[in-house]
């Protein structure tokens, strides 16, 4: 890649979570410590909880600067796409990704990819994009160029991406690129921390709101919701990121296998999906909410209103009500 000209640029998806954030930091600060010039360009803002990731590689939020951004992007011969594999999920900058004239790279860990880039690194069994950025950097040679930068934010999008290693943690390679990434005295605690110990108490409490008053749980369907609006976001000062994890918060509840989290938008519905099990949470949301994502973590969206958006998923879960009663066998 030497003879490319001018800077890599390094793309997560929008909205970005801990491993889109952690693997474009963690393969940028290598590209970086190898003498390239490379620019992160996020479509949008990422949550404060990830903003100690910062300062070894600039991360340009496309959305608030979008004069530095194109100008990075038309100057651009190589664009690495991270964490995402269609090209909607660039969202803000899909006309950019698309019309971008270098070579453009995926990474990606996500099932069924949509073909849009030049080269595809597409890894599903991988519980990370940040698990296969490691993999890809050691397989390049470069591992000499990975450092304590790198390797924090590698295990970050690890951690994330994994529940705090709970979920997507059976391939047994896994253990191997922790065990590599300890060996740059990472202090995992202190990590963890930094990400889950660092929110306000208006998301605490919007979190109590959300369980307290809005979770729904329809034990004949072994599912269970949580929808927010607008107005209850704001009562909580909502900022990106809060809502982060409310997903997952019902699936501890005895016998739920299929959780969702509807957030009103300005002009859409954001739902997220988990499950446990068989139960295709990826399955559900690309039949009923234009979206996708990995078996018991997915994700769409919904142009109706809330509340019809809410009582569309409840009207659909009796034709999944055999999957969901089945969801724990194999
Ligand atoms: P989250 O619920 O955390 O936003 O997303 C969980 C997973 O669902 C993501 O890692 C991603 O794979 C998938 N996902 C979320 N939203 C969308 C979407 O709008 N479209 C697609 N295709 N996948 C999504
Ligand atoms: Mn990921």
Known sequence: MAEQPGPVVVVPHSNPDGDAIGSAYGLAVVLRNSGREVKIVSPNDYPSFLGWLNGEVEIINYLKKRGAAEAVLRRSSVMFCVDFNEIKRADEMEKEVASFRGVKILIDHHPEPTPFCDLMVSEPTYSSSAELVFD????????????????????????????????STNRPGLYRVLSELMTFRLDTAAIHARVYDNFSADRMRLM????????????????????????????????????????????????IVFTALFIEKENLVKASFRSRGSFPANGFAAAHFSGGGHLNAAGGEDKAPLEEVISKFTQLLPAYLHLLENADNE
């Open 136 to 167: 890809l950097v050691v397989a390049l040679g470069w591992r000499k160029y990975l450092d304590h930068s790198a390797a924090e934010a590698l295990y970050t999008g690890i951690m994330t991406d994994t529940g705090s290693f709970s979920y």
């Open 208 to 255: 109590g709101h959300a369980i307290l008053h809005k979770m729904v749980v329809l034990p004949e369907y072994r599912t269970a919701f949580i929808s927010l609006t607008r107005q209850e976001l704001k009562m909580f000062n909502f900022v990106p990121g809060d809502t982060e994890g409310f997903v997952n918060i019902p699936l501890s509840v005895n016998n």
